[in-house]
């Protein structure tokens, strides 16, 4: 499947925000969604009734999405009835079928492992593969894969990613204003659509966003658009930074 002119606007997702002045920024800079994190072990975590505080800023086309780890489908559902509007995004351990079991669209995390640069022979993760195995999710998720749940900040190495994939994409794990506009040029002609998600590399501290960085990161996410959009071509092939 050839994936050589893809559409020239990359939607972005701001996420973890726990704050009224960070959901006001996120929108005022552009963001097309806003993530809430429902998993309690994260520093980034807020409640259901916190979240749908937070969500009623957000104006309309500006998506909010709730992030959970191995959460049970009452819990999942529980968090619905507080934000309904909501798209769902699972980071965890989740099958299809679990995804499935709220009745809601969702994103599906991809783990992609740090060290797949260093492994001998066909790689490890089969993003093709899984794909496939959650082509009722809106988006595969890149995330690298770390101990414990998210990316943590890391960037796993984007080069490797397969050169076709059939689903919308969106590229996390560790993106910044510093090089995210070289991983939609590396990852864009890879797939349907592509997206990114970004939480640590627009923070001051966990949680707590600056809107500066938010706005340097959207403008880099245009940069690579405006690039893309004169030269559909134009992709790289350089290393994650």
Same mark, same amino acid.
């Given at each position: 499947?050839?994936?050589?002119?893809?559409?020239?606007?990359?939607?972005?997702?701001?996420?973890?925000?726990?704050?009224?002045?960070?959901?006001?920024?996120?929108?005022?800079?552009?963001?097309?969604?806003?993530?809430f994190v429902m998993y309690d072990a994260s520093p980034?975590?807020?409640?259901?009734?916190?979240?749908?505080?937070?969500?009623?800023?957000?104006?309309?086309?500006?998506?909010?999405?709730?992030?959970?780890?191995?959460?049970?489908?009452?819990?999942?559902?529980?968090?619905?009835?507080?934000?309904?509007?909501?798209?769902?995004?699972?980071?965890?351990?989740?099958?299809?079928?679990?995804?499935?079991?709220?009745?809601?669209?969702?994103?599906?995390?991809?783990?992609?492992?740090?060290?797949?640069?260093?492994?001998? $022979?066909?790689?490890?993760?089969?993003?093709?593969?899984? /794909?496939?195995?959650?082509?009722?999710?809106? /988006?595969?998720?890149?995330?690298?894969?770390?101990?414990?749940?998210?990316?943590? $900040?890391?960037?796993?190495?984007?080069?490797?990613?397969?050169?076709?994939?059939n689903a919308h994409l969106v590229l996390s794990g560790?993106?910044?204003?510093?090089?995210?506009?070289? $991983?939609?040029?590396?990852?864009?002609?890879?797939c349907k659509t592509l997206a990114v998600d970004v939480?640590?590399?627009?923070?001051?501290?966990?949680?707590?966003?600056?809107?500066?960085?938010?706005?340097?990161?959207?403008?880099?996410?245009? /940069?690579?658009?405006?690039?893309?959009?004169?030269?559909?071509?134009?992709?790289?092939?350089?290393? /994650?930074?």
């Amino acid at each position: 499947m050839n994936f050589s002119s893809p559409s020239v606007r990359t939607r972005i997702k701001i996420c973890g925000l726990t704050r009224e002045e960070d959901v006001d920024a996120a929108v005022a800079a552009g963001a097309d969604a806003i993530g809430f994190v429902m998993y309690d072990a994260s520093p980034r975590h807020v409640t259901a009734q916190r979240a749908a505080e937070l969500a009623r800023r957000l104006p309309p086309f500006v998506t909010p999405v709730l992030l959970f780890v191995n959460a049970s489908a009452p819990e999942i559902i529980a968090a619905c009835t507080h934000v309904p509007m909501a798209l769902l995004q699972f980071h965890g351990d989740e099958t299809p079928e679990t995804c499935l079991q709220a009745g809601r669209p969702f994103m599906r995390a991809a783990r992609i492992p740090l060290d797949e640069i260093t492994v001998p $022979g066909p790689a490890r993760f089969d993003l093709v593969k899984y /794909a496939e195995d959650f082509k009722a999710a809106q /988006a595969i998720l890149l995330d690298a894969h770390v101990e414990g749940y998210g990316g943590g $900040g890391k960037t796993f190495n984007w080069s490797l990613l397969p050169p076709s994939v059939n689903a919308h994409l969106v590229l996390s794990g560790g993106l910044t204003p510093a090089n995210v506009t070289d $991983g939609i040029l590396q990852v864009r002609s890879r797939c349907k659509t592509l997206a990114v998600d970004v939480s640590s590399g627009v923070e001051i501290s966990k949680g707590i966003k600056s809107a500066e960085k938010i706005n340097q990161f959207v403008a880099a996410v245009r /940069a690579a658009d405006d690039l893309l959009a004169k030269n559909p071509s134009h992709h790289v092939r350089l290393p /994650a930074t």
